[in-house]
C-alpha cells in the first residue's frame, strides 16, 4: 500500500514537473519568436524609411538646382519645411506595425537601431513595437528644445533594455523626415520615481536635446538618460 501511494505521488510531482517544463519551453519560445519578428520588421522598417528619405532628398536636390538657377535669392529650406515627406501631409509614407514613421534612432553603444513613431500617449501597444516620440507633440524630430523618446525595458536587449549600460561621452543618432542625422553624447544618467516628469519640459538653453525614458530593470522607477547635440 505505501509503495502504491509513492508511486502516485511521484507520478504527480513528475506531471507537474513536466507541465512547468512545457510551460518555460513555451514562454522562452514566444519571447525569442517575438524578440525575432520585432527586430525583424523593425530593421525592413528602418531600411525601408532611409530609402523613402533618400528618395525625398535626392529629389529635392533636383529642385533645389532649378530653383538657385532661376531663384537664386528664395529661401529654400522654408519652401521644404512643410513639404519634406513622400504623401504631402507631413509624414514619411512609411508604416510600421500600423504606425507613421517619423525617424531612426541609432545607440551603437548597445547595437540597436529601430524606427521612431509618434503618440502622445505612449498606449501599450506602440511601445510594443517601437521608440515612441512622447513629446513635444509636434512631428518633427532634431528641434531646438529637449525631445522626449519613451522605450521598453524587456531585458532581453530589445529597445531600452540595455540603456542601464549607457555612460557619458556615449552616442544617439536621430535621424528625421528631411534625412539630417544630428548626433547626441549623453551627459546624464539617473533612475527617478514613474510619477517624476519634470525632466520633458526641462530647459535646454537654446540647444537641441533629447532625453530617453525607460523602466527600471524591476519595473519600480524609471531610468532617465539626457543626451546634447555634438
Known amino acids: 500500500m505505501f509503495n502504491g501511494k509513492y508511486s ?3 507520478t504527480v510531482v513528475l506531471i ?15 519571447d525569442v519568436y517575438r524578440r525575432y519578428y520585432i527586430e525583424t520588421a523593425a530593421g525592413d522598417a528602418v531600411e525601408e524609411f532611409k530609402d523613402k528619405v533618400n528618395q525625398i532628398t535626392s529629389g529635392n ?10 531663384a537664386p535669392n528664395v529661401n529654400l529650406n522654408s519652401l521644404y519645411q512643410n513639404d ?3 504623401d504631402g501631409n507631413g509624414g514619411s509614407g512609411v508604416t510600421y506595425m500600423g504606425y507613421e514613421v517619423i525617424g531612426t534612432i541609432e545607440i551603437p553603444a548597445i547595437d540597436i537601431e ?3 513613431i509618434s503618440d502622445d500617449q505612449a498606449s501599450i501597444n506602440s511601445l510594443n513595437v517601437a521608440i515612441v516620440k512622447l513629446y513635444p507633440s509636434t512631428i518633427g524630430l532634431n528641434e531646438v528644445g529637449n525631445t522626449v523618446f519613451a522605450g521598453h525595458n524587456y ?12 555612460e557619458d561621452g556615449d552616442r544617439i543618432y536621430i535621424t528625421d523626415l528631411s534625412g539630417e542625422r544630428v548626433t547626441y553624447e549623453v551627459y546624464e544618467k539617473y533612475e527617478t520615481s514613474t510619477s517624476d516628469s519634470e525632466y520633458m519640459n526641462r530647459d535646454t538653453g537654446g540647444k537641441r536635446e533629447i532625453s530617453l525614458t525607460t523602466c527600471t530593470d524591476d519595473t519600480s522607477g524609471r531610468l532617465i538618460i539626457w543626451a546634447q547635440e555634438v
Not at 532581453?156 to 549607457?166: A, I, Q
Open 8 to 10: 502516485k505521488t511521484l
Open 16 to 30: 507537474i514537473v513536466i507541465i512547468a517544463i512545457v510551460g518555460l519551453l513555451i514562454f522562452f519560445g514566444i
Open 61 to 70: 536636390t533636383q529642385e533645389n538646382t532649378i530653383l538657385n538657377d532661376v
Open 84 to 86: 519634406t515627406t513622400s
Open 114 to 116: 529601430y524606427p521612431i
Open 155 to 166: 531585458r532581453n536587449g530589445t529597445f531600452f533594455s540595455n540603456n542601464k549600460r549607457l
